[in-house]
Structures are given as C-alpha cells and as structure tokens.
C-alpha cells in the first residue's frame, strides 16, 4: 500500500524500514538512510489503513522526525527556505503580506461575524481561482464571514519538519489572532489547514477557542439542502481521494455527491477510496524530494484514462498541476470547488 515503497521496492521507502528508522533516530543513531527514510514519507496514512498490528505509523514518523530536530540532525536548507518563509512573511509560498488577499473576486464587504474563512497560503497566493471559488458558493450560499488581511501561515509545515518548539509558538500566534478578531468558527478549504487546527493545535496548545470546519462536508451540506441551484452540466470525471480527506478522515461518498449533484459522471481510479495512492507533495516530500514526488504524481495520473480529474485537496491540486506541466500529459485537474461554482454560473 505504501507508495514511496511501490514506487522505489526498497525497505527504507516501507513503513516497516521507517519504524526501523524511527527506533534508530530514538536512540541516537543517524545516518544519511534514516534521515531520507523519515523524510521521504508523504504521512499518507496508506500505512495506517493496513497495518496488521495496528500502529500509528504516521505518528511514529512525525514524533522520530522531531526526535531527529530535537538532537540536531535537522532540519534541512529546504526546511529552512519554506520556514523563513513563514516567519518573515506569514506564508510558505513567500509571497508579500498586502498581496494576500488579491485573489478577491469582489469588493468584500465585512461581515460582523465570528466566522473566519481561513483561505491558507497555497489558495492565496497560487491555487487563487480555488480560493476564489470557495469564496463566491459561501456568499452565493448566504454564509456570513470575515477575512483577515494578515491571516499567516496555520503552521502545520513546521509541525511535520518535527520543530515542535517553533510550531508551538506559531501556534500561539495563530490562535491569539483569532481570539483578538473574535472567531469562533473557521472554515478552511485547505485539507493541511484543517488536520493542524483540529489535531495539532489541540496537541500543543491544549483547549482552543475556535471550531473548525472543514469546506467539504460544509458545501455537501449546502448542496443538499438546495442552497446552491445547481445546473448540470454532464460529462465524466475521474474523482481522486486525497489521503486527508480520505484515509485521515473517512469521507468518501460527500464529494462523490457533490460531483454527481452536477450532473456529472464520476469515474473510479484504478487505486481509490481508502486505497488510494497519492500526489507525492504531502509531509514535506515536495520541497525536499521533488523528484519523487513528480513519480508520484505521475504514477498517479496514470491511473485513469480519463482527461479530467477532480480532488478535493489544494494542494494535490497544484501537484497535479506542476506535473501535468512539467511531463507534458494530456489531462487536466479541477478543485471540486471550481466544479461546483461552474455548475452554479
């Protein structure tokens, strides 16, 4: 099931050579074959999903990872570019603090709600049509919320780098920004965003003073309920489960729903639902090795003839993107949100 180890057939790409790393690094040991063993883990929750003994293998990486900081053997120059990024400008994409909310479709009018839409950095400054999306079905959908200008980075890069010190005090940043603007509520269209806020905050912080929500189960709702006035608009799509949405959090059928309430057809992956393979960006694989991560994503891709396809994560969507570029391939990738906000126009 793993996809580092389909891909590479080597035992340090396996979740078994990964728990053999991880005792290494508890122990003091760190050798080059432990380091890229741990980091070259996408924390897809393949792994988890089969595992005969039920361990949670994607903690036991994140938790050696930090062992691995804690004792000076990382983080690495790539680590430190996206995290500079984050402490010096509020984003991992680098882009400037006033450019944040640029991707606007309209005039925001501000709403004197303690419901935050927390867009993330990816859909701000890259991913803007997605965020942009998201936005309109909100308001089209009569949801009252606010924007920040300065919302900053969720943090969960740091997190999964394993500097469980610096992501406590971005943590704390985060969350007393919130508590000064009043939110009570945050919808986040970004998966990453979201698994941060509702696990790790929790984990480092203790109580917190906000709900989050996910978009997904929040748009499947106002698609249910009618509150969107869909039109169909026909064809096919291959639907791709992000390991998130997915494996991580059990939701399967909603965005099938959501796809079909549009009236398209939704084609299966030759790899889905919990056995879904993976983009290859998640748990810092991107960044640090992004050849490999081209490898899986392509792999990936070819898992289904069809020319379009739609996930529900940002940032498979972006990976997508860069590798249908980057290899030339013939195929296209949608955010489920655009999707939906094209059934709507």
Same mark, same amino acid.
């Given at each position: ?12 790409? +396996? ?16 050798? /080059? ?62 882009? /400037? ?31 803007? +049509? ?84 996910? %978009? ?55 790899? +889905?639902?919990?056995?879904? %393979? ?41 990976? %997508? ?21 094209? +059934?709507?126009?």
């Amino acid at each position: 099931m793993c996809p580092t180890y389909v891909l590479k057939g080597d035992l340090p790409y +396996s979740p078994l050579g990964r728990v053999k790393a991880a005792k290494k690094a508890f122990q003091g040991e760190c050798s /080059e074959e432990v380091i890229e063993s741990l980091y070259t883990c996408p924390l897809c929750y393949a792994c988890n999903f089969v595992c005969p003994l039920n361990l949670d293998i994607v903690e036991v990486v994140e938790q050696a990872r930090a062992e691995l900081v804690k004792r000076g053997f990382a983080l690495f120059p790539a680590h430190r570019r996206v995290i500079d990024n984050i402490l010096k400008k509020g984003n991992a994409m680098g882009g /400037e603090r006033y450019k944040r909310l640029e991707w606007l479709p309209e005039k925001h009018q501000e709403e004197n709600s303690s419901t935050l839409l927390y867009v993330g950095c990816l859909a701000s400054y890259v991913e803007r +049509s997605i965020a942009s999306a998201v936005y309109l079905i909100l308001r089209k959908a009569g949801i009252k919320f606010k924007l920040l200008q300065d919302e900053g980075c969720c943090g969960i890069y740091i997190y999964r780098a394993g500097d469980l010190s610096l992501a406590k005090e971005v943590f704390e940043k985060i969350a007393a920004k919130f508590r000064e603007a009043g939110v009570k509520e945050v919808i986040v269209p970004c998966l990453g965003c979201y698994r941060c806020f509702k696990n790790y905050y929790p984990r480092l912080l203790g109580k917190v003073d906000f709900k989050v929500q996910h %978009f997904v189960p929040l748009l499947h709702k106002l698609v249910k309920e009618g509150a969107l006035n869909l039109r169909k608009l026909g064809g096919r799509v291959a639907y791709f489960d992000p390991c998130y949405l997915g494996r991580a959090e059990g939701m399967y059928e909603e965005p099938r729903e959501i796809l079909r309430e549009c009236g398209v057809e939704v084609v299966e992956m030759e790899a +889905s639902r919990e056995k879904s %393979f993976c983009c290859g960006a998640g748990g810092g694989v991107k960044s640090l090795f992004p050849s490999l991560a081209t490898s899986l994503a392509a792999k990936t891709l070819d898992m289904t003839a069809e020319k379009t396809i739609v996930t529900s994560c940002i940032f498979c969507t972006y990976q %997508f993107k860069s590798v249908i570029r980057e290899l030339k391939l013939d195929k296209n990738v949608l955010h489920i949100a655009e999707l939906v906000l094209k +059934s709507m126009c």
